[in-house]
């Protein structure tokens, strides 16, 4: 846990605790103000939160996270909240870590020991994550019941992902290498970490040839970005286009329709579970 909690401001455990918030009046009953910088840390705090919490996602609905530009509001409002849930991970939402660095209370900090910050992506890593949610808002009884379910999310996916024909997993950005990596899975990528980033010519030809000796069926796009170069590798491949979600963030009407994290995961199994043939 001590890679994912930065305490900034120790004195203010107890003020969270009791959800009056850095400097304000105990007495005022006004819920802890939670800023999360993307959907998946908004759905994890206002789990472990309920009725205590205000969350705020500096990330719109349906909007791309990578490099989300923040308002001189949202950058008050990162500087004044009780407790901030982030990533501090390189070049991934740079305007977020640099708002996060000028406050002085309590942030939780979602870089593990790797580069690779789809941690929610990994049901056992996210569970660490929710567990030092809990501990910041003083909440960790409450952070018991969402740690529950990402457990029998891990176990949903170990049995439906054990026997399968293959085990190559065709990608448009890598955002699924912790999730290949818990379930024995291989990540191919076409366009490294940047989703909007596209292969020139020789590299094109490169990866439909890596894709052809793949063996995989399918090209998986992402919701959120263009499929144009998952629709061109698949047609050189001779293969399908699938969608598979790294839940970056929901639209309006998704979340309306009432899908969340933890349905677009069971999703994201059945559609793994189809493209790689899995019994």
């Not at 020139?200 to 000796?213: A, D, I, S, T, Y």
């Amino acid at each position: 846990m001590r890679h994912l909690v930065h305490i900034f401001a120790v004195l203010c455990v107890l003020a969270l605790a009791s959800t009056a918030g850095c400097g304000g009046d105990e007495d005022d009953g006004d819920r802890t103000r939670v800023v999360a910088s993307l959907y998946p840390l908004a759905w994890a705090a206002e789990r472990v939160g309920g009725d205590a919490v205000e969350v705020v996602n500096l990330t719109p609905p349906g909007a791309e996270p990578h490099d989300v530009e923040l308002s001189a509001g949202d950058v008050e409002a990162v500087r004044d909240a009780d407790l901030v849930v982030y990533g501090s991970y390189s070049g991934f939402q740079p305007a977020v870590v640099d708002a996060v660095a000028q406050r002085s209370g309590i942030s939780v900090d979602a870089h593990g020991p790797d580069s690779d910050p789809h941690v929610w992506l990994d049901p056992l890593r996210f569970v660490s994550l929710i567990e030092a949610i809990g501990a910041a808002l003083g909440r960790a009884g409450a952070a018991q019941a969402p740690v529950a379910e990402l457990r029998r999310l891990d176990r949903q996916y170990r049995n439906g992902l054990a026997d399968c024909e293959r085990r190559t997993v065709v990608t448009t950005h890598s955002a699924f290498k912790l999730l290949a990596k818990r379930y024995r899975l291989e990540e191919l990528s076409l366009a490294g970490r940047s989703p909007e980033s596209e292969p020139g010519p020789r590299e094109l030809e490169r990866l439909v040839g890596m894709v052809r000796k793949s063996g995989a069926t399918a090209v998986f796009a992402e919701p959120l970005v263009s499929d144009r170069l998952a629709k061109t590798v698949a047609r050189e491949a001779g293969i399908d286009i699938a969608v598979l979600d790294p839940i970056e963030g929901l639209s309006e009407d998704r979340l309306d329709a009432g899908e969340d994290y933890l349905s677009v995961m069971r999703q994201n199994l059945e559609t793994l579970r189809e493209t790689l043939g899995c019994r």
